[in-house]
């Protein structure tokens, strides 16, 4: 047991601080955008680099901090029934559902995973002027999913226990 809750603890840490050092890309990403409005019509220059600097960040931002929003539940849901329920009913819910999401999760692992291989091997790049490098990009779908897939794990440990026990698992 102490080995499972040292395993929650450590990927609630992980997933609330990268979710705290990414938090800043997104206002970088805006200053970026201004700048660019600004050297497209005020002084008619615009850049060639700032929208893949835009897009990179706000991908970054999105593939990267998905386990930060999981671990705080705070992804989209329909609480129309989940709401209703007792705590013990949530995590049995959230237990079988879980099994789902690994099986979605893993899936995304593996097939992003040879999509980020084979951007790297044929250099690909994007096909804007600047032309930078996306596997850099691509190799953050199966590293943000993995740790989804982590944090997800946590949840379920956390879930297990609660519906067979009825008490929140200290951590």
Known sequence: MRALRFFIRTM??????????????????????????????FFKNPTVWAYDMAIFMFGYTGLLCGAHVLRRKEHISVDLVYERLSPRKRAILDSITSLLFFFFIV??????SKTAFFALKMGQ????????????????IPVGAFLLLLQG??????????????????V
């Open 107 to 112: 899936l995304v692992i593996i097939y992003s």
């Open 125 to 140: 790049k994007t096909a804007t002027e600047w032309a930078p490098p996306v596997s850099h990009f691509k190799l953050m």
């Open 12 to 41: 609630d840490w992980v997933s609330d601080r990268l979710g705290l050092m990414l938090s800043v890309l997104l206002p970088t990403m805006v200053l970026i955008l201004t700048y660019e409005v600004v050297a497209r019509y």
């Open 153 to 170: 794990f946590a949840n379920w440990i956390s879930s297990i226990y609660r519906a067979v026990t009825d008490k929140e698992l200290e």
